[in-house]
């Protein structure tokens, strides 16, 4: 099993750029979540997915849009890129139902200039 | 909504000395949740913890869950430099599989 995927692993971007950041998982996981972390700041949701279909805003959604059509695959989507979105981008995923542990991509470092 | 503070931000401590973080949370959790992110790493998962008072130990590592439910602890007896990371708690509450985490703590530890 590869788990949780992130691409790219590194992104710089030119304030206005748009991209989206990839997310797989292979663990037939109904949520999927996106989270960022900067320093001091810890992990804050930004959004996230219980099933192919099914998304909803975290606690930082501004700037970002995601979008649910396959249970493998939870693409974030940036719209217009801007210096405050500098970040480290983490994709987790879990099952439904009681609480259990996230799995967690890899990481991408999104650089703003 | 529901908070989780954690602290202390940072600890330095020396090779072979204890160390310990706290999380505090604003509401009643159903669950606690622990993880561990190495430098340049990803967050993983260490432990969950779900009954009151509840401890478990994982070898040099000890996790508390308070009697109400309210805040948890992680304790690493002689550390060593393995240990060097960011410490994370992560509360649920009610049914929710959506964690609220704190904001870590970073170990560095000292040989």
């Known amino acids: 099993n590869a788990g949780v995927t992130q691409t790219p692993k590194f992104q710089v971007l030119k304030t206005g750029q748009s991209m989206t950041l990839q997310c797989a998982q292979d663990m037939n996981h109904e949520y999927m979540s996106w989270y960022r972390q900067d320093p001091g700041m810890g992990l804050r949701l930004i959004h996230y997915s219980v099933g192919a279909g099914i998304t909803d805003q975290g606690e930082v959604p501004n700037g970002y849009n995601v979008s649910r059509s396959t249970t493998e695959d939870f693409p974030l989507r940036l719209l217009s890129a801007a210096p405050s979105q500098t970040s480290v981008y983490f994709c987790?995923?879990?099952?439904?139902?009681?609480?259990?542990?996230?799995?967690f991509g890899n990481g991408t470092r999104l650089t703003v200039t | 909504g529901q908070q989780v503070m954690q602290i202390p931000q940072y600890q330095h401590v020396q090779e072979g000395e204890d160390f310990t973080t706290y999380c505090n949370s604003s509401t009643t959790l159903s669950n606690i949740q622990w993880y561990k992110q190495r430098p340049g790493g990803h967050p993983v998962f260490l432990i969950q913890?779900?009954?009151?008072?509840e401890v478990k130990k994982q070898k040099r590592l000890t996790f508390q869950f308070g009697e109400a439910k309210k805040n948890s602890s992680l304790h690493i007896t002689a550390t060593q430099t393995t240990d060097v990371g960011t410490y994370f708690c992560?509360?649920?509450?009610?049914?929710?599989?959506?964690?609220?985490f704190g904001r870590g703590t970073s170990l560095i530890v000292h040989p």
């Open positions: 992560a509360g649920g509450a009610g049914g929710s599989y959506i964690p609220t």
């Open positions: 913890l779900v009954k009151s008072g």
């Open positions: 987790a995923s879990t099952r439904t139902g009681y609480a259990s542990p996230l799995h």
